[in-house]
């Protein structure tokens, strides 16, 4: 028998049988040194096998748990075949009527995998037992693009009832919003389930507001996995779409980071007294707000930022050469966006058994 034979399939009988002797019985025919070294390396193999059994009963489980929580590109190929030209269709449909819906879904998005994870939380209205995130500051009157997810929602319910989360739908149209007005395309992991609550206090805490510095900025994306390169690309999603002026009052009339013509153009549209045209909106991207490409980092470059947030970008700080080098090279954007919008998308998903599947986006079944 040689030495290590008992570990090899942790067989905890091996030390009798592999020496031809069964230790219990018979150690009277050994001598008396060596039957109690054999004893106690039979006992303390016992041991050995009952503590690796339960580890590999350790690992297993946790294989299993985390197995749940996968996210895939092609979780719905059978239980829903049609279910992305069915979302594209709808967010094209919505973006030709109105071109600044693309951003609207994007946005969504990004709120709603801020705060508690990408669980559809943000499309839910509030009741009786949660006050919701529809009316959170960062949401309040800006939100929007409800009725298109609900369009959405109904386009698949005919096509497969009971099978696409509200969550994963908008993981969807965020991408096609981003397609349909230029930018890259990506495979969208699915899997989500919704969640069955939502809270108005944690969308307040955990969405950065436009008034954030960069180490707020920073801070916040770290806290969520994500990285300053990710931070960067993220914004560059304000490439398209607009801003409320009391977003950006306070930038234009007060800061000296900006260019000179930019804050006139911008002022013409945003009264300096509060209460005068808050409402008024501004492109997030003067030259091609409805178009997905890389002019928001050149305006960045150029001080041209309509957001303070925007602005702390490229500020002097840590994230300048990122910004230089999606102002310079497109591509680069782009991919980086994709990951970024990728690893985004994975924050604390509802799988497995956790959450539901909506039958209508705004309640809980």
Known sequence: MTKFSVFRGCDCHACSRNSGFNPYNHFMEFNDDLCPNIMLMCIKTQIFCKTFNIICLAILIFLVG???????????????????????????????????MGASLLRLFFHDCFVNGCDGSVLLDDTSSFTGEKNAIPNRNSARGFDVVDNIKSAVENTCPGVVSCADILAIAARDSVVTLGGPNWNVKLGRKDAKTASRAAANNGIPPPTSNLNALISRFSALGLSNKDLVALSGSHTIGQARCTSFRARIYNESNLDASFARTRQGNCPRANGSGD?????????????????????????????????????????????????????TFYS??????????????????????????????
């Open 279 to 331: 409402n008024n909106l501004a492109p997030l991207d003067l030259q091609t707000p409805t178009n997905f490409e890389n002019n928001y980092f050149k305006n960045l470059v150029n001080q041209r930022g309509l957001l303070h947030s925007d602005q702390q970008l490229y500020n002097g700080g840590s994230t300048n050469s990122i910004v230089s080098s999606y102002a310079n090279n497109p591509n």
């Open 66 to 100: 985390n197995s749940s929580a996968q996210l895939s590109t092609n979780f719905y190929s059978n239980s829903c075949p049609k279910l992305f030209s069915t979302v594209e269709c709808a967010v094209k449909s919505a973006i030709s009527k109105e071109a600044r």
């Open 336 to 365: 980086d966006f994709v990951s970024a919008m990728i690893k985004m998308g994975d924050i604390r998903p509802l799988t497995g058994s956790n959450g539901e599947i909506r039958k209508n986006c705004r309640r809980t079944n």
